[in-house]
């Protein structure tokens, strides 16, 4: 199945049998997390639990009363059609439809409801004859792991994954309620960080009026979140874990606070105030002496002292070999626009080996410290970030493995090689690659072959990572559509960096 459902953000109501076989009192629930839901401004689903109990319940257990689920799910039982007229009025208050089968006759009954997602509880997160028949109805899927091993959550991963399901998991603890110190939360970052590229929540069953466990749930990386719901009347309590619309408002309250706290993922612009204030907190550049202009400087001609001045060239944006573009008094300070000189070739070279490095950084993709690396830069330095790549060799034999790191928004050229066949795989990022007029957009684990030949070119939109496996590489073996390129000598399109860890220890100063 496609990756279509946005799982971003999405809060689940579950039912459960808090609605006690009586569907008043459970369009009332419904009614109530309608509102709730509208006023705090997410999506929203309510969700059901289907047993068919005439075959869930074992024939001898039936009528027995000492088994408190068996006891529990009899006594607040739910027909089917009462079901029904509760999912349209699950819609008719704005929410989504969603329901837990526990059994495969409960997946068809979901099926010929229309009902939106399905749930699998981490009781039957292990059950084989049911994921198998859930598997095969072409709907979201969303999956709590409480109590099951890594190795467990690897086979049902790679299950859903095969299947083509679109799902996601949910951390859950199965204690009602949950102790604080049982909630176990950290588990949110290891099913993001082992199942990259799965949506992960958080199930909670903790006090439902801890607002604080959503909001480290929401910072660790959680993005949608479970809680059941009712109401409390004189004749039917709500348990511990079941929160009133009341708690549902301060619990959806508390993820917004959170999620206005946490901000966007992407940096943005300093504000104005903030870059204020930073100004303020700096050292301005001044000079020692009186200068001539055109005099070119060097850092004992310079001092830095605080308070920066309107229009002053700050000690962050000093470098050695500015030139004066005027007279300087004696503790004058330098202007601002020394430091529109542009950077040297060095200085770029630098920030291009940082932000790859922050880029393999991020990607945990760790090369060997005496790497060598070039910079391929088809149109010169200065217009690198549109065209061009940075190639790291790790070993170049009869076979050879390279790096090549593309920044965002960069392109490489059309080209071919007569010697070399090479094949690429999409380590992180997105990657578009264009072979003899064919268009292919790669995702992380895609592999491409490139025979000898072959006209290829790619380009990345939010930067890339991705691994060339080839045959030996052999310089002058790269072949441009552009006359410009094809006109260049291969040392004029490459800056070389021969030891990626000795660079930085002779390079940071820049």
Not at 63 to 85: C, G, I, Q
Not at 113 to 128: E, P, T
Request: proline share 4%; charged share 25%.
């Amino acid at each position: 199945m496609a990756k279509t459902f946005d799982f971003e953000n999405l809060f689940i109501y579950d039912l459960a049998n808090n609605h006690q076989g009586d569907i008043a009192h459970a369009r009332r629930i419904v009614s109530e997390v309608g509102r709730v839901n509208r006023d705090g401004k997410v999506k929203g689903a309510l969700k059901f639990q289907f047993r068919q109990l005439d075959s869930f319940i074992h024939p001898e257990f039936k009528a027995r009363k000492d088994h408190k689920y068996v006891k529990r799910f009899s006594e607040t039982r739910l027909e089917m059609d009462a079901f029904a007229k509760l999912a349209d009025h699950v819609r008719s208050e704005g929410l989504l439809t969603m329901c837990t089968p526990f059994d495969e006759e409960s997946v068809d009954v979901i099926c010929d409801m229309g009902l939106d997602v399905i749930k699998i509880a981490s009781c039957s997160a292990d059950d084989r004859p049911l994921l198998e028949k859930v598997a095969r109805v072409n709907k979201p899927v969303v999956v709590s792991t409480a109590g099951l091993r890594t190795d467990e959550i690897d086979w049902l991963v790679n299950f859903l994954e095969t299947e083509r399901v679109d799902f996601a998991l949910m951390h859950c603890v199965a204690l009602y309620p949950t102790p604080d110190d049982k909630l176990q939360l950290n588990q949110i970052t290891q099913l993001r960080e082992r199942y990259r590229g799965v949506p992960v929540g958080w199930s909670t069953h903790e006090d439902q009026n801890n607002t604080s466990a959503i909001q480290v749930a929401f910072g660790l990386g959680a993005r949608l979140f479970e809680r059941h719901v009712g109401l409390n009347t004189d004749k039917n309590k709500l348990n511990a874990y079941s929160s009133t619309p009341d708690q549902l408002e301060k619990w959806i309250a508390a993820f917004h606070a959170a999620r206005a706290m946490l901000g966007n993922e992407e940096r943005a612009p300093t504000s104005a105030a903030e870059r204020q204030t930073l100004v303020e907190l700096k050292r301005g550049a001044y000079v020692k002496r009186a200068l001539a202009k055109g005099e070119t400087l060097q850092r004992n001609d310079i001092f830095f002292a605080m308070p920066t001045q309107d229009g002053q060239l700050i000690s962050g944006q000093w470098r050695p070999g500015l030139v004066s573009d005027k007279e300087y008094a004696a503790n004058a300070p330098l202007d601002a626009n020394l430091g529109g000189q542009g950077p040297g070739d060095d200085q770029l070279v630098y920030q291009i080996m940082l932000q790859v490095r922050g880029m393999l950084s991020k990607a945990s993709i760790h090369i060997n410290e005496d790497a060598a690396i070039e910079i391929s830069h088809h149109y010169g330095l200065r217009r690198f970030r549109e065209y061009g790549a940075v190639i790291i060799t790790c070993i170049n034999r009869n076979y050879a493995k390279k790096l090549v790191i593309q920044l965002p928004r960069q392109k490489h050229p059309y080209h071919f090689h007569k010697q070399k066949e090479e094949t690429f795989q999409l380590l992180d990022g997105d990657l578009e690659i264009v072979k003899d007029g064919a268009k292919l957009q790669m995702r992380p684990g895609d592999t491409f072959l490139v025979e000898p030949n072959q006209w290829h070119k790619f380009a990345t939109l939010d930067g890339c990572i991705f691994e060339e496996v080839s045959t030996t590489h052999f310089n002058n073996d790269s072949f441009y559509e552009d006359p410009a390129i094809a006109g260049m000598s291969r040392d004029d399109r490459k800056t070389k960096v021969d030891n990626w860890l000795a660079y930085f220890r002779t390079k940071h100063a820049l």
